[in-house]
């Protein structure tokens, strides 16, 4: 209830954002959207890309006429395929763990209007076959409390508590809103993986079965 939107996704690009958010500690309604001139690339998507781009270069860069000569040399193809392949998936199902700093200095930060305030910052990323939004919400530590400073890491998901320092100022997390949607050809994507990598493997599995019965026939 606190974290409302309506997320467009293209391809890579999240083309439209359009965010409502009810704070807590006094039930403002805040609004707030992309700008009109905007998109935001989702990187996991464009490596996942990237990755099946390669593999497929790895099966078509050789004449149509070609011929294996060995076992070998279809199962070191197949490797390079697989490798690939595991790349491109696990894009999908391991978001990148970020520090809080690197999410306030992230340019998403600059994407919207009106301008998200200083105790606001959003993430958006792939996991698994959900776009999930992160709404983080901050208050500043006043020097007397700094004493027990001490900064998050890179995470995720970073919880309430979590302590954070950026342009000699220092904030603590004190809410967190996740919200997540399920992107059908996502879901389609990592099964055509999951289907790829055992096809594969069964290639592999039958060139090594053929390769031990020419390696060990009596004559």
């Known amino acids: 209830d606190q974290v409302k939107g309506v997320l467009t996704l293209q391809g890579d690009a999240l083309c439209q ?27 996991q998507i464009q490596d996942a890309r990237n990755h099946v781009n390669q593999a497929i270069y790895l099966l078509m ?40 700093p690197e999410i306030a200095s992230s340019g998403l930060t600059k994407m919207f209007t009106p301008a998200l305030p200083p105790d606001i910052l959003v993430n958006f990323y792939i996991n698994l076959n959900k776009l999930c939004l992160t709404v983080y919400q901050l208050h500043v530590l006043q020097p007397s409390t700094t004493k027990n400073f001490k900064p998050a890491g890179g995470s995720i998901l970073h919880n309430p508590g979590a302590m954070f320092e950026i342009g000699n100022q220092r904030y603590e997390v004190s809410h967190v ?39 060990y026939r009596p004559y």
């Open 17 to 43: 954002a359009d965010v409502n958010l009810k704070m807590p500690r006094n039930n403002q309604l805040l609004h707030f959207a992309f700008r009109e001139d905007k998109q935001w690339k989702l990187q």
């Open 61 to 100: 860069n050789r004449d149509v006429n070609y011929q294996f000569k060995t076992g070998s040399e279809v199962l070191k193809l197949m490797d390079a395929v697989m490798l690939q392949l595991s790349r491109a998936r696990n894009r999908l199902t391991t978001p990148a763990t970020l520090t809080l």
């Open 177 to 215: 809103h996740k919200v997540e949607c399920v992107v059908p050809w996502l879901n389609d994507a990592l099964v055509f993986f999951t289907v790829s990598l055992q096809l594969c493997q069964q290639l592999k599995d039958k060139i090594s079965v053929f390769s031990s019965y020419w390696n």
